[in-house]
């Protein structure tokens, strides 16, 4: 249903382009009928939204809202993993790291990143980036959007569970300020090993969950097409998790999801990390690391 809206409204906004004076009226008509059922949406309607193939990704943001990026590869100890994008970069002249899953725009890239799903290596590469940033002082900004670390065999072998757990136990204690941004879909151990963080920020219409629906209602029902009651039950909307005092703001998104206004977009998310490092910069180590104790122990 959320497809086939967005579409409908795509070809309705390119007529409006060049429609008559009486063919607007009724296109500016249906504009507003097809609008109104984008409101109000179910959890499972978002969790399509934060899916969709146009969503802005990782790179979107690091190529938008960041200046002079150098990107790191490799955990120096097995292999590099693209479905972990990291390095350096500037932010309005503040230098910072930047961090975040990578998916692809098409099957291709998708393939080459493993649609977003990190192995040990990716978490190992992350880690190594972020040790680098407290070393030198830079604030860490992570992008999530994945719908979990790779559960294959091999990623088991390598040490997946290890990874992502020393992710958890080192970021609790990293003494340069940490911001999250859930962009898309947060699922499981595979978004928090880069989400322990001073300030989590979840765009509207996106996901965090401890499991992805459809994992959800395999579990429970032994059914995955109860995608939609899964979704109701884990309260993994922005709007659940800031109620819940999960995360500490919500970034708008236009109507219809992020992809509609991405200019807008890109704007709402420079203002949100520029307010977020306003208020972390000046805390010392020792206040960063036990407000982030004291944080996490409240959740």
Known sequence: MIRETLSELERVEKRLTTAGEEERAHLLFEQAALMHRLENLTAEQKVLLARLPRRPKT???????????????????????????GGIAMFHGQPVTVIGHRKGATIEENMACNFGM??????????????????????????????GAYPGMEAEERGQGEAIARNLAEMSCLRV????????????????????????LMLENAYYSVVTPEGCASILWKDAKKR????AALGLTAQDLYRLGIIDGIISEAVGGAQRDLPGLLDAVDSAIRDAL?????????????????????I
């Open 59 to 85: 790179m979107t943001y690091i190529n938008a809202l960041f200046t002079d990026f150098f990107e790191q590869r490799g955990d120096r100890q097995c292999r590099e993993d693209r479905s972990i994008v």
């Open 118 to 147: 990190p192995g040990p290596e990716g978490y190992r590469k992350a880690m190594r980036i972020m040790h680098q940033a407290e070393k030198f002082g830079r604030p860490i900004i992570t992008f999530i959007d994945t719908p």
């Open 177 to 200: 300020p940490v911001i999250s941004i859930i962009t898309g879909e947060g699922s499981s151990g595979g978004a928090l090993a880069i989400g322990v963080a001073d300030r989590i």
């Open 228 to 231: 939609g009651e899964a979704c």
């Open 278 to 298: 306003a208020e972390l910069m000046p805390l010392s180590g020792e206040e960063l690391v036990q407000r982030r104790y004291e944080k996490y122990r409240g």
